[in-house]
């Protein structure tokens, strides 16, 4: 993995939320352009007997 300064956490566990993850993501990401570099994205799934959460970071560095 190249070399990052901060990272960002995107989680949810309730079903529209884990819907609506991508769109929210993106969003920041556009928010963010000519800001930052993506360096590396890992996605994580869990699960109980009850919830699913879905997590998706993001490690990424500041241009500025």
Known sequence: MSTYNA??????TRAREREALGEVMSAWLKRMEG????V????IQSSDQ???CLTIVVFY???A
Not at 7 to 12: D, G, I, L, S
Not at 40 to 43: A, L
């Open 35 to 38: 800001d930052i570099e993506v």
């Open 7 to 12: 990272v960002k956490v995107f989680t949810a």
């Open 61 to 63: 560095r500041h241009l």
């Open 40 to 43: 590396d994205t890992k996605v």
């Open 50 to 52: 009850q919830f699913h």
